[in-house]
T-cell receptor, first 115, second 118 residues
Framework: GAVVSQHPSRVICKSGTSVKIECRSL??????MFWYRQFPKQSLMLMAT?????????EQGVEKDKFLINHASLTLSTLTVTSAHPEDSSFYIC???????????FGPGTRLTVL | AQTVTQSQPEMSVQEAETVTLSCTYD???????LFWYKQPPSRQMILVIR??????QNATENRFSVNFQKAAKSFSLKISDSQLGDAAMYFC???????????????FGKGTLLTVNP
């Protein structure tokens, strides 16, 4: 199989606080992981490409200082939303590219609500 | 830049019937991969089927099959014997065939919401 987990599945935080979301590939190695944001009834919007052992590559318009990405191992990438505001409320999805294949596998997503 | 177009925002099908979801894409690459992902109400993205552009044979996975027309840049998904559990948002996705980092990026279409009527 190819299972990707995300933690937490739901988080509610106060405006101004930081929130960390973890993405793990449970049964495979992933040198590359991706972070997406999805608004209701819309497609996935790629935020950044997370590369193991190097800096993440951010898509145009995504603030790298606000969305901190760390990919310290072949099975774990983290997304930290710093100084969160209500407009950051969204559904965040990660995916992991299974090394040696041509396919990405997705985590179940994290619902972030900023009050 | 590559683009993926799903021209049907919504589709519906009767249970046990067949439905086809369309997808077109634009690329200047000669080798690439195409995917259909399903996103049910749980919002978990599930890989349905994948196609390698250099393979002329259409991919098939049980009740799911594709009609890949490379010259027309078309990649439609056929669902046979539709089941209630097939109800979901379906996304078509493209990525180039190269390896490493940004080559693994997927370009998604806007999705087609499939309703299955009992």
């Amino acid at each position: 199989g190819a299972v990707v987990s995300q933690h937490p599945s739901r988080v509610i935080c106060k405006s101004g606080t930081s929130v960390k979301i973890e993405c793990r590939s449970l049964d495979f190695q992933a040198t590359t992981m991706f972070w997406y944001r999805q608004f209701p009834k819309q497609s996935l919007m790629l935020m950044a490409t997370s590369n193991e052992g190097s800096k993440a590559t951010y898509e145009q318009g995504v603030e790298k200082d606000k969305f901190l990405i760390n990919h310290a191992s072949l099975t774990l990438s983290t997304l930290t939303v710093t100084s969160a505001h209500p407009e950051d409320s969204s559904f965040y999805i990660c995916s992991a590219h299974k090394s040696g294949t041509d396919t990405q596998y997705f985590g179940p997503g994290t619902r972030l609500t900023v009050l | 830049a590559q683009t993926v177009t799903q021209s049907q925002p919504e589709m519906s099908v009767q249970e046990a019937e067949t439905v086809t979801l369309s997808c077109t894409y634009d690329t200047s690459e000669s080798d690439y991969y195409l995917f259909w992902y399903k996103q049910p109400p749980s919002r978990q993205m599930i890989l349905v089927i994948r196609q390698e552009a250099y393979k002329q044979q259409n991919a098939t996975e049980n009740r799911f099959s594709v009609n890949f027309q490379k010259a027309a840049k078309s990649f439609s998904l056929k669902i046979s014997d539709s089941q209630l559990g097939d109800a979901a948002m379906y996304f078509c996705a493209y990525r180039p065939a190269g390896s490493g980092g940004s080559n693994y990026k997927l370009t998604f279409g806007k999705g087609t919401l499939l309703t299955v009527n009992p």
